[in-house]
Every structure is written in C-alpha cells, then in structure tokens.
C-alpha cells in the first residue's frame, strides 16, 4: 500500500482552515456593517448640510430647522456606532464571537431621492 503524504490532512490543518473561515467570516460582517454606517451618515449629513443652506440664506420654514435638529441627533447616533465598530475587533472574543453594536435606527428622510419609489419623478 503506498500512502501519498502530499494529501495528508492533519487535525491542526482542520483547525487552521476552520479559524481562517470564521475570521473572514467576521471580517466580511465588520465590512457590511461599516459599509451600512458610512451611507447613513453620508445621507444624513447631505440632508443637514441641504437644510443649512436654506437656514443660513433666511428661507427655512421652522419644520425645516426641526428636522436640522432632528438629523443632527439621528447622525450623532450613527458616528458614535461607527466609532463602536472600529473596537469590535479589539474584543476578547473576536473573531469567534464579537459583541456588535446595537445599529441606529434609519432615518427617514423625505427630500432623499433614494426615498420615493422606483419609477416616480
């Protein structure tokens, strides 16, 4: 009987390939979720920086500077759980088992164009 040692897959093998699969795991989450954070703060900050405009040139409604006040609270939110997610991968229990921020609530923004139904102008 010949044995060919090249395809010899020892238990340390195993163990390595499985780490490795739950490191990119874990990595490809932290990514999406960093992703997901990056655009709700871009489009909260477009929607505040489109609502200074008007307050800086004296034409926003008082609802509108509502709104401004509103976003600046919902944007806090999500910078505080980006910066939450930078930390994750200094946890005791990464990559096997980090402890995710809780994610903001979605702000729901009227004016954003990504907002209003495909096929409506």
């Avoid at 395809?7 to 990595?27: G, R, W």
């Amino acid at each position: 009987m010949n044995i060919d040692w090249s395809k010899l897959i020892t238990m340390e093998m195993k163990d390595a390939t499985a780490a490795a699969l739950v490191l990119a795991n874990a990595k490809s989450e932290l990514a999406n979720r960093n992703t997901a954070a990056v655009v709700q703060i871009a489009r909260i900050q477009d929607r505040i920086e489109t609502l200074g405009y008007g307050i800086d040139a004296g034409e926003a409604t008082e609802e509108d500077e509502v709104e401004q006040a509103a976003l600046m609270i919902s944007i806090a939110s999500w910078k505080s759980y980006k910066f939450a997610l930078g930390k994750v991968t200094k946890q005791p229990t990464w990559p096997a088992a980090p402890v995710w921020p809780v994610e903001p609530a979605i702000q729901v923004i009227e004016a954003d164009p990504e907002a209003r139904p495909s096929g409506t102008m």
